[in-house]
């Protein structure tokens, strides 16, 4: 029973009077052309015009749907550092605006927050709007709205499963939600329940997780939930006497026969891409639920989970008839062509506020049609269903670095172009990483806690901290309920990270434009992940591991940092860099480089050998730049300025070679560093018959990850010798920039100095 849901944000004695009140203004300004003495809606303040600010920003929104909507609209807008430590006099030009912070600057200021607002855009309209000062911004409680307050009071929402021999688990929510964030348009609260038996002892225990993130708005007479269906035990190895909490109890990889959403006491529940989804149809429960299965004859991997969102629609008896056919209309807009606020290219270049560096530079004149044909052909794959990969790579540590950038695609295009259905790409790619196996509700990891996550959960093949894994491993009390599973991959094919390859790119630039409280928890629990990875003591992972794992996962450190704000993530990688990196990394060799690698056979090197490879370090680039940026620590910036060493000592110059000729300049692939225990120079194997290992043409490929990442270098330092260095590296790398170029990954994100070719 939700009846008493939230009452506390609401004026308690003058609640009704203040609500009727405000029907009847909002009924009198007749704002949708509905009229009628009954509204669902509280009336937007005055909406003055502002003033301009010293930077321009600006975003848009369109309507892809044949009706017109009323919605709350909620718009990412990036600022630019040490600009505006307070949104409070900042307001969208012409409505009543409260804001939402996501991320700050180094300096405390905003770097990037939500403005959130209710209009109505006519069928196929786009709108831009524009920020200004000068008006204050709304501020206080959220309030429900009026008609959810009248409908709403005997809601029930929950989950049922039934495990390997059909026995019914169900889990609803109740008790007083968590409230995770709130303004005055919106508010979303947070529920988290275990499946427990119905009727039937079943496993004599609880099956499986659901958590639910409810949202709901002042100004639509409508809730969210977006249900997250989990097998995210934390587990421990040892339980406290007397402690009961499921969560400590891992039930590992199990069996589910069906899996359904339930809900009672909503007008109407609406599945949102139920064909993509494979969400089957309603169903009418004796018992008053109505029910969407959304699984059937599959399993849950240990630490798996699965995300799906459901729309619940209020309408009271005495509502207006034009009223609920326009927001009948408004909710299958929102399901159907969702809306995603997009800030204009120009304002994410003049704040640089876009992922850790900026970005994207301007695209190629047909930004907007090749953004649309990669949204059209992503819309048109056979990658979704139940498992499908919704565009993702399911294993993350696929060769060629595809979950690797400074900016996702999705993003990054979907700016060039200004092209707003390309977020809906990164939303979907986004929520498939509920599908990735390291999901441990609650984890915390010490500093100094012997605990190894090197597969998402422990690894059972060292010492230390099991989360209760190694006990159901050696001690399986369920084998029977895990035969769906048998002969299967594991997880479905979903991989859980790979330090060589980590990658929260999709999910920090879905946080980044939705500012949707699942993706922060999941920046969370991957920040604690990274910790239980990349470990400071004991385990393997102590040592410098190659370049690009310590570039990818320092991003991946300052990217949840700027989602969580957490300090402490801050200062673990921050021990990292100076307690491990620093003190292991070869920065007394010529070279500089951070890691080197021993007897790999792609070399052709005799053994016994020491290598590295410059261009992981465009990885280094990217993380410790990035880092740079978030954290303001000057170690991470030297520790970068010293990959333009490893560049110049790997390079090559008016060398005459059998595979290309004359080459004026290029970059070797490997670099030999020792023989036999002692240093060699890199051109030590360069004649027949091993020769000059290119790995691909001098100057491309897997060379240009350094390109944007050396250009980043220039703008951040203040020693110019350093400067014209890396500008000369990264010249030649980058070349001249043609239209393919500026949609390109390791371009698309070059300072916008050095972008004007």
């Known amino acids: 029973m939700l009846s008493n849901m939230n009452q506390a944000t609401r004026p308690r004695g003058s609640g009704a009077f203040v609500l009727a009140v405000l029907a009847v203004l909002w009924a009198s300004c007749d704002s949708f052309g509905f009229g009628g003495s009954e509204s669902s809606v509280i009336p937007p303040g005055p909406g003055a015009p502002g003033n301009p600010l010293e930077i321009g920003l600006d975003f848009s929104v369109k309507n892809d749907s044949p009706f017109a909507r009323t919605e709350t609209i909620f718009a990412s807008v990036p ?55 000068d008006e204050p911004a709304l501020t206080g409680p959220f309030m ?37 964030q709130s303004t005055p348009f919106a508010q979303t609260t947070l529920w988290r329940t275990y499946h427990n038996p119905v009727g039937q002892p079943g496993i004599g225990r609880d099956y499986l997780t659901s958590t639910f993130y409810l949202t709901e708005y002042r100004d639509m007479p409508f809730m969210v939930v977006d249900w997250i269906l989990g097998n995210d035990y934390l587990g421990a190895d040892t339980v406290p006497p007397g402690n009961t909490d499921p969560n400590l109890r891992p039930l590992g990889t199990v069996d589910v026969r069906m899996a359904k959403f339930l809900c009672r006491g909503a007008t109407e529940v609406l599945a949102y891409r139920p064909g993509e989804e494979q969400i089957g149809p309603a169903q009418q429960l004796p018992d008053g639920f109505v029910a969407f299965p959304v699984m059937q004859d599959t399993f849950l991997a240990d630490a798996q989970m699965r995300r799906y969102r459901f729309l619940l629609r209020f309408v009271p008896p005495s509502a207006n008839p034009g009223e609920v056919v326009h927001w009948h209309e408004t909710a299958t ?16 270049q003049d704040t640089a506020a876009a992922g850790l560096l900026g970005g994207p530079i301007e695209g190629p004149p047909d930004g907007y049609a090749r953004a649309e044909a990669e949204y059209q052909g992503w819309l048109g794959s056979n990658t979704f269903g139940t498992w499908g990969s919704h565009g993702d790579i399911q294993a993350t540590a696929t060769t060629g670095t595809p979950r690797n950038h400074p900016l996702s695609p999705e993003l990054a295009h979907a700016i060039q172009g200004q092209n707003h259905r390309l977020l809906r790409k990164l939303e979907q790619m986004a929520w498939a990483q509920a599908m990735r196996p390291y999901h441990l509700w609650q984890l915390q990891v010490p500093d100094e806690q012997n605990i190894l996550l090197y597969t998402g959960t422990p690894l ?222 890199a051109n030590y194997w360069d004649a027949p018959p091993i020769g000059i290992a290119w790995g691909g043409l001098p100057l491309t490929g897997v060379h240009t990850f350094l390109t944007g990442g050396l250009h980043h270098l220039a703008a951040l330092t203040t020693s110019s010798s350093l400067r014209d260095r890396a500008l000369y590296y990264g010249g030649w790398l980058l070349g001249d920039m043609w239209d393919n170029d500026r949609w390109n990954k390791w371009n698309y994100c070059l300072p916008l100095v050095y972008s004007q070719q």
Not at 97 to 107: E, I, R, V
Not at 148 to 167: M, P, Q, R, W
Request: aromatic content about 16%; proline content about 6%.
């Open 79 to 133: 600022f630019p550092q040490s600009a505006y430590p307070s949104l409070q006099n900042l307001v969208v030009s012409g409505h009543e605006t409260s804001w939402l912070p996501l991320q700050y600057w180094a300096d405390g200021t905003v770097k990037v927050a939500q403005a959130q607002f209710t209009d109505t855009l006519s069928p196929g309209e786009s709108k831009t709007y524009t920020v200004v000062r």
């Open 144 to 180: 429900r709205n009026p008609w959810v307050s009248e409908v709403a009071t005997n809601l029930e929402f929950g989950a049922e499963v039934l495990d390997t021999f059909y026995v019914p688990y169900r889990g609803l929510a109740g008790g007083i939600p968590t409230v995770l």
């Open 333 to 348: 807009a929102m399901l159907q062509e969702p809306m995603h606020a997009l800030a204009s290219q120009r304002a994410w």
């Open 460 to 681: 059972l093949t060292v010492p230390g901290e099991s989360l209760g894994r190694r006990y159901l491993y050696e001690n399986d009390p369920w084998p029977q309920y895990r035969s769906l599973a048998a002969g299967e991959s594991p997880g479905h094919g979903w991989g859980s990270y790979d330090h060589e390859h980590w990658s929260c790119d999709l999910l920090f630039d879905y946080w980044t434009i939705s500012g949707d409280a699942w993706a922060k928890e999941e920046l969370r629990q991957l920040g604690q992940s990274l910790k239980g990875l990349m470990r400071l003591r004991y385990y393997y992972t102590a040592y410098v591991l190659s370049a690009r794992a310590e570039g990818w996962c320092m991003q991946g450190f300052a990217q949840v940092y700027q989602a969580t704000h957490d300090v402490s993530l801050k200062e673990y990688a921050m021990r990292r860099a100076t307690e491990i990196v620093d003190v292991q990394r070869h920065k007394y060799h010529p070279s500089r480089a951070l890691a080197w690698q021993s007897n790999y056979p792609s070399t052709h090197y005799p053994l016994d050998n020491e290598f590295f490879m410059p261009w992981q370090h465009g990885a280094v680039l990217y993380g410790y730049l990035g880092a740079y940026r978030s954290f303001n620590e000057p170690l991470l910036l030297q520790i970068a300025s010293d990959v333009v060493d490893t560049v110049a000592y790997s390079w090559l110059t008016n060398v005459q070679t059998t595979e290309f000729g004359f080459v004026p300049a290029g970059l070797r692939y490997y670099v030999p560093a020792t023989y036999n225990g002692v240093e060699i120079p």
